[in-house]
């Protein structure tokens, strides 16, 4: 039984589909019922998890901040399923560094990938998804690009910091037009690969202090709420961000 109106037979692209909070987006939104284009930069990983996922799935090569990528995937899409109904841009990478100590390096590679690679989904697949008759976009933002987080990640939080921004810009761009555009916050979620970093360490530990609900969140609890905004129980709903957050943002 599905449980969110609008998923059953809808075909979504998903960007980062390989790691911790993509394969649980991935999960949910096949288990509603939908088609899914399971994309990643770690194109070895990808048959894998479809595997591991089984239902209606397609896997594709996708580097979000390379143009031609997206041009190729869309493309590729479009021969395969006429059209898009539902793009997820859930691909990030991460930094550490403060305003002091980021390196020009990693700033360009965080918003090449955080930033460039979410405007470039939203560039590419937002005209196939109006083209087809209307659906949604959810972007991945994060709560340290909302608030000043732990005082660190500096890039990142520029990079989550514009998601915001553009996903608010790009609502308002197709508000009339049947593309709705939102944007998922997670505060820390425990995902096997944060956990293999952090766990034990002081940065675990100020994640869980910070947090009001004084644990880390689930991917599926993120799952969720990309589920409600990519379906159409979220039909009235664009230009906004629901927070995944244990109460960061209520701070
Ligand atoms: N885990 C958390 O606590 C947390 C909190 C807030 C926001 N987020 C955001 O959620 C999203 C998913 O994070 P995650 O925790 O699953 O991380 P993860 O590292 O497990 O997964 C990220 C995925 O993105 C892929 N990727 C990296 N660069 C890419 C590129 N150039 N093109 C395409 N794919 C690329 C990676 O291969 C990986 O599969 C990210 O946008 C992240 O910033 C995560």
Known sequence: MTTVRGLEGRRVVLTGATGGLGTAIARRLLDEGASVALTDVDGSALEHVAASLGGDTTVLALDVAREDDWQRVVSALQDRWGTVDVLVNNAGIGSTGTVETETRERWDQVLEVDQRGTWLGMQHVGPVIERGGGGSIVNVGSILGATGGLANSFSY????????????????????????????????????????????????AAMLANTPMGRLGRPEEVAAAVAFLAGDDSGYTTGSEVFVDGGWSAR
């Open 157 to 204: 939080a520029a990079a989550k910091g514009a998601v915001r921004s553009m996903t608010m810009n790009a609502a308002l761009h197709w508000a009339q037009r049947g593309v709705r555009v939102n944007a998922v916050v997670p505060a820390f979620i425990g995902t096997t690969a944060l956990l293999g970093r952090y766990a034990g360490t002081e940065r675990h």
